[in-house]
């Protein structure tokens, strides 16, 4: 929840220049279920899909696949997360 409350209070855009910590916030989100919350963080991210790295937690696959397990869209959380890298 602390995280959400740091979401709400950084301009979009600080968050969307870093992409380790919008991922960090989709997390929060997609977890909290606050789903329209995270829709612009996860439209963001697809945009991101297949880029950066798990190891320096820039790569948005994982998130994106969380996200699609939430909404139980399980074909696509497995084709998101053949991604991972």
Same mark, same amino acid.
């Given at each position: 929840?602390?995280?959400?409350?740091?979401?709400?209070?950084?301009?979009?855009?600080?968050?969307?220049?870093?992409?380790?910590?919008?991922?960090?916030?989709?997390?929060?989100?997609?977890?909290?279920?606050?789903?329209?919350?995270?829709?612009?963080? *996860?439209?963001?991210? $697809?945009?991101?899909? =297949?880029?950066?790295?798990?190891?320096?937690?820039?790569?948005? /696959? !994982?998130? *994106?696949?969380?996200? $699609?397990?939430?909404? =139980?869209?399980?074909?696509?959380?497995?084709?998101?997360?053949? /991604? !991972?890298?």
């Amino acid at each position: 929840m602390t995280v959400e409350r740091w979401y709400e209070r950084l301009p979009f855009d600080e968050i969307a220049s870093r992409t380790d910590l919008a991922i960090k916030c989709a997390y929060a989100l997609v977890f909290l279920r606050r789903r329209r919350m995270a829709k612009p963080l *996860l439209d963001l991210l $697809a945009g991101l899909a =297949d880029t950066g790295s798990v190891q320096t937690t820039t790569n948005p /696959n !994982v998130v *994106l696949s969380m996200a $699609a397990i939430s909404v =139980d869209d399980i074909p696509r959380a497995f084709s998101i997360s053949e /991604n !991972v890298r």
